[in-house]
């Protein structure tokens, strides 16, 4: 084990699928799985004093959910937040749009195999975002569809080349795939990632991804 490592903290009710999670995970090279929770509150208190660099959280706990344990560690009143993947068997729209409102970097099913659940900590400990290819379009038409038009603009405007930035990451674009479609740099995809979460006022990809949706930016 390397100081390196991703070290990640489990949160689930059942022992079975917290031992699958942390066989899938410390398969992996570089990840570490430091502690586990079996609810919500032993979940924030582990998270508070260890400080991994990701949680996965499940949504249906004892005590506190998912949800209030993503709004305890990741929410907007958290001046030190975590990174929080929300893994779940639920797929209803109430529970991924409350988790992400709620601070969550990450959206993943159980049975979306081995490989997407390591890219999605992976993700959030590179400070970007995954959510489970099979509910992104749906959630965020759901979104887009119930919520009224937001047409006020943003105290700094983004500039054009910004705006193509922010289609991309709401189209699930990595930084690696928006580099190759505009013909920039990963590190220049990076930088307008930053700037553009500071004009707005928002602190993850996923809240860039909600802003696009809200605006009608994305088809």
Same mark, same amino acid.
């Given at each position: 084990?390397?100081?390196?490592?991703?070290?990640?903290?489990?949160?689930?009710?059942?022992?079975?699928?917290?031992?699958?999670?942390?066989?899938?995970?410390?398969?992996?090279?570089?990840?570490?799985?430091?502690?586990?929770?079996?609810?919500?509150?032993?979940?924030?208190?582990?998270?508070?004093?260890?400080?991994?660099?990701?949680?996965?959280?499940?949504?249906?706990?004892?005590?506190?959910?998912?949800?209030? =344990? &993503? !709004? #305890?560690? $990741?929410? +907007?009143?958290?001046?030190?937040? *975590?990174? /929080? @993947?929300?893994?779940?068997?639920?797929?209803?729209?109430?529970?991924?749009?409350?988790?992400?409102?709620?601070?969550?970097?990450?959206?993943?099913?159980?049975?979306?195999?081995?490989?997407?659940?390591?890219?999605?900590?992976?993700?959030?400990?590179?400070?970007?975002?995954?959510?489970?290819?099979?509910?992104?379009?749906?959630?965020?038409?759901?979104?887009?569809?119930?919520?009224?038009? =937001? &047409? !006020? #603009?943003? $105290?700094? +405007?983004?500039?054009?080349?910004? *705006?193509? /930035? @922010?289609?991309?990451?709401?189209?699930?674009?990595?930084?690696?795939?928006?580099?190759?479609?505009?013909?920039?740099?990963?590190?220049?995809?990076?930088?307008?990632?930053?700037?553009?979460?500071?004009?707005?006022?928002?602190?993850?990809?996923?809240?860039?991804?909600?802003?696009?949706?809200?605006?009608?930016?994305?088809?």
């Amino acid at each position: 084990m390397s100081a390196a490592d991703i070290t990640v903290m489990l949160a689930d009710d059942q022992a079975m699928i917290r031992d699958c999670l942390r066989l899938i995970l410390e398969d992996q090279p570089g990840i570490r799985v430091v502690a586990e929770a079996a609810d919500g509150a032993e979940a924030v208190a582990l998270a508070r004093r260890l400080r991994p660099d990701v949680c996965l959280v499940d949504i249906q706990m004892p005590g506190l959910d998912g949800i209030e =344990v &993503t !709004r #305890a560690l $990741a929410g +907007p009143e958290v001046a030190d937040p *975590l990174r /929080v @993947v929300v893994v779940t068997t639920f797929d209803l729209d109430e529970y991924v749009h409350g988790a992400l409102r709620g601070g969550a970097t990450g959206f993943v099913l159980k049975d979306v195999g081995p490989d997407l659940l390591v890219e999605a900590v992976r993700a959030a400990n590179a400070g970007d975002a995954l959510i489970s290819p099979s509910l992104t379009l749906r959630l965020l038409r759901h979104l887009t569809a119930t919520a009224a038009p =937001v &047409t !006020r #603009a943003p $105290a700094q +405007p983004l500039s054009d080349r910004e *705006l193509e /930035v @922010v289609r991309a990451v709401a189209r699930g674009r990595t930084n690696q795939e928006i580099a190759a479609e505009l013909f920039i740099s990963l590190s220049t995809v990076k930088g307008h990632v930053s700037g553009i979460m500071t004009k707005l006022g928002l602190r993850n990809r996923v809240e860039i991804v909600a802003w696009a949706w809200e605006r009608r930016l994305v088809e």
